[in-house]
Nanobody, 123 residues
Framework: QVQLVESGGGLVQAGDSLRLSCAASGSTFITYTMGWFRQAPGKEREFVAAVARGGGPTIYADSVKGRFTISRDNVKSTVYVQMNSLKLEDTAVYYC????????????????WGQGTQVTVSS
C-alpha cells in the first residue's frame, strides 16, 4: 500500500505556470503507474495525465495536452505535473493517484489517492 501527499497548489493568474508534486511513501514507488486527476467545483473528477512505471510513456487529457507535462523521479518517489499556460478552466482540486499495472484514464482503476491540492487560476 502506498501513501500519497500532494503539494504545490496555489493561486495564480491566467497564463502563469505551476508545478505540483506528489510524494509517495510506504511501498515500492516504481511498481506503480501514477496519474493526476482534478475536480472542479460542481463537476465530476476527471483524468489529467498518467505516467508509466518506468517513467517513459505518458498520456494526457486533450484539455491539457501541450500545456501540462507529467514526470516522475523514481529515486525520490515523487511524481510531478508541470502546468504551463494555465487557464481559468484549470481551476480545480488536483489529486495524484497510484495503481498497479498499465496506465488508465479511468479513476476507478486507481486504488490509492492523495488528499488533493487546490489550484486556482484567476483572470
Amino acid at each position: 500500500q502506498v501513501q500519497l501527499v500532494e503539494s504545490g497548489g496555489g493561486l495564480v493568474q491566467a497564463g502563469d505556470s505551476l508545478r505540483l508534486s506528489c510524494a509517495a511513501s510506504g511501498s515500492t514507488f516504481i511498481t506503480y503507474t501514477m496519474g493526476w486527476f482534478r475536480q472542479a467545483p460542481g463537476k465530476e473528477r476527471e483524468f489529467v495525465a498518467a505516467v508509466a512505471r518506468g517513467g517513459g510513456p505518458t498520456i494526457y487529457a486533450d484539455s491539457v495536452k501541450g500545456r501540462f507535462t507529467i514526470s516522475r523521479d523514481n529515486v525520490k518517489s515523487t511524481v510531478y505535473v508541470q502546468m504551463n499556460s494555465l487557464k481559468l478552466e484549470d481551476t480545480a482540486v488536483y489529486y495524484c493517484a497510484a495503481k498497479y499495472g498499465s496506465w488508465s484514464q479511468n479513476q476507478d482503476g486507481y486504488p490509492y489517492w492523495g488528499q488533493g491540492t487546490q489550484v486556482t487560476v484567476s483572470s
